[in-house]
T-cell receptor
């Protein structure tokens, strides 16, 4: 149980275009999902906390107008990278947890974004 | 954001031997959760072990165990009888107990298992 599906796994886009990444909890409801960014051989940097039915909470230094997050249902959160630039190229990972006690984060397989 | 520090960027261990990965964290909270995650080359994050801060007993999962020292804010991972499949990046993670329940990750330790 507790499967998180992320799509697409890889995407290449041109500078200036927008890209949407989907994150779905397949067998549980997730009122909260988290979006991380990971540079090569580096740690996971928390970008934002996605809250179902309300605005996302962004970490300091993350541009909310560039990284649009929508959490319209209890099983789906989307991250849209707007007006993408080459420096946005990275590995993006979504995660969610069952909201009980010490339950861990369950991760999607990640999306490798390349902006040309 | 909470600070999680892993002071060993790289570690290696002989197959069947034991290795310990270090993790320290900075917090003013008294209630929180700690985790170790493994990230193999596939980049899929896999939970290894978890620890509740209010529990004094160290968590154990088969060959994996932790040494949780709350006063020292230390949370090390011991891998016994290391196997080739243990080779991966290992991340220590801290989960806050506030409303957001955010997870913060350390910088990672790359573990190599030598046959």
């Amino acid at each position: 149980g507790a499967v998180v599906s992320q799509h697409p796994s890889r995407v290449i886009c041109k500078s200036g275009t927008s890209v949407k990444i989907e994150c779905r909890s397949l067998d549980f409801q997730a009122t909260t999902m988290f979006w991380y960014r990971q540079f090569p051989k580096q740690s996971l940097m928390l970008m934002a906390t996605s809250n179902e039915g309300s605005k996302a909470t962004y970490e300091q230094g993350v541009e909310k107008d560039k990284f649009l997050i929508n959490h319209a249902s209890l099983t789906l959160s989307t991250l849209t990278v707007t007006s993408a630039h080459p420096e946005d190229s990275s590995f993006y990972i979504c995660s969610a947890r069952i909201t009980t006690g010490n339950s861990p984060l369950h991760f999607g397989n990640g999306t490798r974004l390349t902006v040309t | 954001a909470q600070t999680v520090t892993q002071s060993q960027p790289e570690m290696s261990v002989q197959e069947a031997e034991t290795v310990t990965l270090s993790c320290t964290y900075d917090t003013s909270e008294s209630d929180y959760y700690l985790f170790w995650y493994k990230q193999p080359p596939s980049r899929q994050m896999i939970l290894v072990i978890r620890q509740e801060a209010y529990k004094q007993q160290n968590a154990t999962e088969n060959r994996f165990s932790v040494n949780f020292q709350k006063a020292a804010k230390s949370f090390s991972l011991k891998i016994s009888d290391s196997q080739l499949g243990d080779a991966a990046m290992y991340f220590c993670a801290y989960r806050t107990s506030n409303t957001g329940n955010q997870f913060y990750f350390g910088t990672g330790t790359s573990l190599t298992v030598i046959p």
